[in-house]
């Protein structure tokens, strides 16, 4: 057990842990700053495990063997801006996990075996920077899920099992810069779903099945779009009209019978 009152970081990185004890971290008066639990083989936590780090800011439990994390597991720790959940084996996750935890920016759960997001997982999170989610099996982004992360600029969602992107989806990301949607599945963008990305620099859409280009003409400051390996039918000049930031435009294997 653990109670160096003066620790502000630890590091247990490529070990072989395969459980935190609910004591590991005993001290009522800890100031410990960062936690690097990566690359072990822990398979479960429990809800006390971290309940006494309250001054933490970075936790780094990503390469463990995790299928599913406590509802309160984060509860105490207020002050949590980054956290690194990625290659487990999560399927759910509450959408309670993050209510006590309005002070994260940064969220790192990319390689999991994730099959939703709940419209109501990011809630508490107003201050949320940065969403990696890529190599999962979502399959929808529920209308709401950004209602309340206004500040978001970078959203990954490679290699998922998304179909559609639906209207109004990225209503509330007024300020996303970085838009990853690549190697999805997706055959419909809904007209206005891209409508309030007046901020956005990069947007990957490749590897998709869309058979049109989505609707950019409010995009103004987009500067790389990616739409290669879909299936164009059509394409005319319409379809950048007002890009005029526009500096690469990767189209490569997206044209069937194409008419220009």
């Known amino acids: 057990m653990i109670s160096f009152l003066i620790l502000e970081r630890?590091?247990?990185?490529?070990?072989?842990?395969?459980?935190?004890?609910?004591?590991?971290?005993?001290?009522?008066?800890?100031?410990?700053?960062?936690?690097?639990?990566?690359?072990?083989?822990?398979?479960?936590v429990k809800n006390e495990t971290f309940g006494k780090l309250k001054y933490l800011k970075h936790l780094d439990l990503a390469g463990n063997n995790l299928v599913a994390l406590p509802v309160n597991i984060f509860k105490y720790m207020q002050r949590l801006q980054v956290i690194d959940l990625s290659r487990q084996y999560i399927k759910i996750l509450s959408v309670d996990l993050f209510a006590s935890n309005s002070r994260i920016e940064v969220i790192f759960l990319q390689y999991n075996e994730l099959t939703s997001l709940s419209k109501t997982f990011l809630k508490s999170l107003n201050k949320l920077r940065f969403l990696q989610v890529q190599n999962n099996l979502i399959s929808e982004l529920p209308l709401e899920l950004f209602a309340s992360t206004p500040v978001l600029t970078t959203f990954l969602a490679k290699r998922n099992t998304l179909s559609r992107v639906v209207e109004h989806a990225f209503y509330f990301t007024t300020k996303l810069k970085f838009l990853d949607l690549s190697y999805n599945c997706i055959r419909l963008i809904a007209e206005d779903a891209f409508v309030r990305l007046v901020r956005l620099d990069v947007l990957l859409l490749s590897h998709n099945l869309l058979q049109e280009v989505p609707t950019l003409s409010f995009c103004k400051n987009l500067r790389?779009?990616?739409?290669?390996?879909?299936y164009l039918s059509s394409l005319t000049s319409y379809n950048f009209e007002g890009l005029i930031n526009l500096q690469i435009l990767n189209l490569k294997y997206s044209m069937s019978i194409l008419t220009i």
């Open 10 to 44: 630890i590091i247990i990185v490529n070990n072989m842990l395969v459980e935190l004890h609910e004591n590991m971290f005993k001290s009522g008066k800890m100031f410990l700053k960062i936690l690097f639990l990566s690359e072990n083989s822990i398979s479960s």
């Open 224 to 230: 790389m779009f990616h739409f290669n390996n879909n």
